[in-house]
């Protein structure tokens, strides 16, 4: 998503860098972005799956996460 919603960006840099010297530490929390849009005023959908079951939702996320995926920083 960052090409639909930040400025300038290329890659979001890691907050984690591991060794096998020093273990994990934290890096580039400092990491500053241009939006290119107000993320505080993105719409939010909202869905009640009270009425589904269990199966019913995972086939759901499955179906919406292969929809979603290709537009995803993976």
Known sequence: ???????????????????????????????KVKHRVDVDSLPVLVWNLNHLKREEIKELETDIIAKLRPCCNV
């Open 1 to 31: 998503m960052i090409k639909h919603l930040l400025d300038g960006v290329k890659a979001i840099p890691s907050h984690y860098e591991g060794s096998m010297k020093k273990g994990v530490t934290s890096a580039n929390l400092d990491f």
